[in-house]
């Protein structure tokens, strides 16, 4: 007699009823408080531009309230919308290498919306985020990178999925219902098609609150007894479920990439929250896949310490996934046009030494126009071969004088050595430690609310002052 297959949404929800965030080691837990507390940080740096207003046009109101900007009250989809935009803006916000995912940007919001704000440090939060986290990242790492190759952004896929899960342990929702939950979500799942974030759509933004909204959505459904169905998420013989569709099945991805199976990949006994040691914090805003080569002519640019007029050229070569942004801003120079863009990236570098928030606050647009024209990306061999595990790219700047520098880097996202640092080995700036974090969060909150205010919410949100931390040895 064959042994019973269990669904998969229901090997998810018994994980995820089972999981104990307490039982994991102190470092772990540290990291996934910051995640919390550095993405509520984005989200109020994000607040005062402009384009925060993307943000707003869905989220209606309600009671719902979003740390740091008490001023505000939302729904509780409105809150998912609101946060997951917001948080997300300055592309600043952590990310998952072996995923090609950013957990925090559906989840967080999830975890605001389901707990109407409140409670956020509290153990059984932070214990529904990190599963949430857990099941997310797994999930992304499944499909990955054969789903950015077919064409979608796993951060909505796989993110409406784990928020669908934060939100039903908050809810209290039984095994039954959170597979429901898991059915639901997949179902309803934001496919958020690459092509938009290639392009630069306006609504691009949104597609994490959006994912964070489904997540909602999902689990309230599956509390009011709404059905997905058992196999939504990996199908049955001869019927394709979500994750044959995102690549883990399918038969038009490049031949090495073998697909993965599912019954082995899905054994939750060992991972206790591992995944959360390979979330990555950016050093600086803008896409992930711009950061490469922003920190390649970071290390070139210490050599020439060239002043733009007196550069002739600066080339890159990289990765095929990154040349999706190797297109310049439009003249107008909208935000998200720029964090999205190489030659921004590396403009930046000339110009500011690095990108920032301070940088995207300033507006200075002729100076970076400039430059555009100077800077070719293009394919790169070797980085082409490194990819996914290290997310590489080479630099070269050569000077009117002839004279030429060259930086590489080649960041070790998807790589399976644990990095103690907040950002990944590889890159060519200083590594972020859990002692910088503090500082970050400072730095990215008190510009838009105020020193006062921004020690008061660093001390809300400090990992260090946590019980999970005080209690670990």
Not at 49 to 78: C, D, H, M, W
Not at 204 to 219: C, D, K, N, Q, Y
Not at 375 to 396: C, N, R
């Amino acid at each position: 007699m064959s042994e019973e297959i269990i669904p998969l949404a229901k090997v998810l929800a018994r994980y995820a009823k089972a999981a104990n965030i307490k039982k994991i080691p102190r470092a772990r837990k540290l990291r996934l408080l910051w995640c919390l507390a550095d993405y509520i940080a984005c989200t109020v740096a994000a607040s005062d531009l402009k384009e925060a207003n993307t943000a707003f046009v869905l989220s209606t109101t309600g009671s719902v309230k979003i740390p740091g900007l008490e001023q505000y009250s939302f729904s509780r989809q409105g809150a998912a919308i609101a946060a997951g935009s917001l948080g997300s803006l300055l592309q600043l916000h952590d990310g998952y290498g072996n995923g090609g995912n950013h957990p925090s940007s559906v989840l967080i919001p999830s975890l605001i919306a389901a707990t109407g704000g409140r409670g956020l440090t509290s153990v059984k939060s932070i214990n529904a985020l990190g599963i949430g986290y857990e099941i997310c990242n797994r999930l992304a790492a499944f499909t990955h990178p054969q789903q950015s190759f077919l064409g979608s952004a796993p951060t909505s896929t796989m993110g409406s999925i784990g928020a669908a899960i934060t939100a039903g342990l908050c809810f209290g929702l039984n095994v039954e219902k959170l597979a429901e939950a898991v059915s639901i979500a997949a179902f309803f799942a934001p496919i958020a098609t690459f092509e938009a974030l290639k392009v630069r759509g306006s609504a691009v933004p949104l597609h994490s609150g959006i994912a964070a909204r489904t997540g909602i959505e999902a689990a309230q459904l599956a509390f009011k007894g709404f059905s997905g169905g058992p196999t939504v998420l990996e199908g049955r013989p001869n019927h394709p479920g979500l994750l044959d569709f995102l690549g883990s099945g399918n038969k038009s991805v490049k031949a090495e990439l073998k697909p993965k199976n599912n019954q082995q990949y899905f054994n939750t006994n060992n991972w206790k929250f591992k995944t959360i040691d390979q979330v990555y914090f950016k050093p600086f805003p803008g896409c992930r896949h711009i950061q490469p080569a922003v920190e390649a002519l970071i290390a070139a640019h210490r050599k020439s310490r060239a002043k733009p007029q007196d550069i002739l050229s600066i080339k890159c070569y990289t990765y095929p996934l990154a040349l999706a942004f190797a297109n310049q801003p439009k003249k107008n120079h909208e935000l998200y046009d720029k964090l999205m863009s190489i030659p921004w990236g590396l403009a930046s570098v000339i110009l500011e030494g690095k990108p920032s928030v301070q940088t995207l606050k300033k507006r200075r647009n002729s100076s970076f126009l400039s430059l555009y024209d100077k800077i070719f990306v293009g394919a790169s061999e070797k980085y082409t071969d490194l990819y996914p595990d290290k997310l590489g790219a080479m630099v070269e700047i050569t000077l009117k004088n002839r004279n030429t520098f060259i930086g590489e880097c080649a960041l070790n996202y998807g790589g399976k050595n644990i990095r103690k640092s907040y950002t990944p080995a590889g890159g060519t700036i200083k590594p972020l430690q859990e002692t910088d974090m503090a500082g970050r969060f400072l730095d990215l909150t008190a510009p838009v609310i105020g020193q006062k205010s921004a020690n008061k919410l660093l001390r809300k949100f400090n990992p260090n002052k946590s019980s999970l931390i005080k209690t670990s040895k």
